[in-house]
């Protein structure tokens, strides 16, 4: 922006949610210095090990500037873009979920001292969370961990102290990959609730920002900007259809958990068994599979012990393992397990769909199963005796 651009966004008051304004890439790297400098632990997309993950950005220049990623049943790739986007890619491997649910933590650890064992002091309360660039399927799935995680009786603390205070600065997909399937869902392109923030690159160097929150609304006020214009708001809006009308996969949703509870035997299941490698990448790379094991030890000379969480998988033969062995033996069993699970009796637990669309168990799967591509198969020849009902 020139001129009479460089602006101040307004007011708190001027920014009260729903308000629109406009910033460019300095307005963008002020917004991420602005969090830093709240005491925020910021973090964002940037390029690591051939794949765009999320981790620890100080500015704009961390961002992945001019890439894309190309994504299929069993395959990912970057490649460079013919502009200088900053958010030109769908979604990398891993989700917000390594942050607030990580993949190991210590829940306690006792040492030795003299004569007496000491529980160690114990973890420091976590810093706070500035989330830059996340999906609308992504937010999707932090609000089924919050629902999952701290919406019942029984409350996680360790996710509800890295859940508090959160700031969510989502953005608006402007490209689909070949996986993706939100908009089957009802989870995306456009995030419409669980941000602060959300930006819409229209351009080189244009976002237009909607605010979320008063919170959000506070943080805009200090950047630089404008108030969009009616066409800014328009092409914001042109970007985002775009993206909705090129998903690369589709799941019909109508009847879903009904049709696949009334195919439990179908031959579909030991069909996609003989593929699946049950090496639990689906679980890993989902953003909202939850489960986890706590395992105990202690060093070689007894003087220290430990409790630790991780994260487990249903396609592992002890997640289901009591006494006499494991409930489910077979990779058929522990196939359906999650894709049932996932798209049926999680309605049953949690009220919604387990899925989001993100896509990644497809990118993820080294064999490239694709689970839209089962429910289809499921859908077309059901078993003769379940045809009325399905």
Not at 343 to 350: I, S, Y
Request: contains cysteine.
């Amino acid at each position: 922006m020139k001129g009479a651009e460089r602006v101040s966004s307004g007011s708190a008051e001027d920014l009260s949610p729903g308000a629109r304004h406009v910033v460019d890439r300095q307005g963008l790297d002020a917004l991420i210095g602005a969090l830093a400098g709240d005491g925020y632990r910021v973090i964002g997309p940037r390029l690591r090990d051939s794949v765009i993950a999320y981790e620890e950005i100080v500015g704009v220049a961390d961002l992945p500037a001019g890439w894309t990623d190309v994504q299929e049943a069993g395959t990912y790739r970057l490649e460079r873009r013919a502009d200088d986007a900053l958010f030109g890619y769908a979604v990398g491997p891993h989700s917000w979920k390594r942050y607030l649910h990580p993949a190991q933590l210590s829940l306690w650890r006792a040492e030795r001292v003299g004569g007496e064992m000491k529980l160690a002091d114990p973890e420091p309360e976590p810093a706070r969370f500035a989330f830059i660039g996340v999906r609308s399927c992504d937010l999707h799935a932090i609000r089924i961990q919050d629902r999952v995680l701290t919406g019942g009786p029984f409350v996680d603390p360790h996710y509800r102290d890295r859940r508090r205070g959160a700031f969510i600065v989502a953005v608006n997909c402007s490209e689909a990959g070949g996986t993706c399937f939100c908009v089957s869902m009802g989870t995306g392109p456009r995030a419409d609730q669980g941000f602060d923030l959300a930006l819409t690159e229209i351009g080189a160097d244009r976002f237009v920002v909607a605010t979320g929150s008063e919170e959000g609304g506070r943080l805009l006020a200090r950047l630089p900007g404008r108030p969009a214009s009616p066409a800014d708001i328009e092409g914001a809006d042109a970007v985002v259809a775009r993206t909705a009308a090129s998903m690369g996969r589709e799941m019909q949703t109508d009847g879903l958990p009904a049709l696949l509870l009334g195919n439990l035997d179908h031959p579909r299941w030991e069909e996609v068994a003989g593929r699946c490698l049950t090496c639990g990448n689906c679980t890993m790379v989902c953003p909202t599979c939850f489960c986890t094991s706590v395992e105990d030890s202690s060093d070689l000379s007894g003087l220290a012990a430990e409790r630790t969480r991780r994260w487990d998988s249903c396609f592992t033969m002890d997640f289901s393992y009591i006494h006499g062995g494991s409930v489910r033996a077979s990779p058929k069993s522990r196939y359906r397990q999650w894709m049932t699970h996932k798209l049926a009796t999680w309605w049953e637990q949690f009220d919604s769909s387990g899925c989001v669309g993100c896509g990644r168990c497809i990118t993820w799967c080294p064999v490239g199963i694709d689970i839209t591509e089962e429910a289809r198969a499921i859908r077309q020849h059901p078993q003769p005796e379940q045809r009325e009902a399905a």
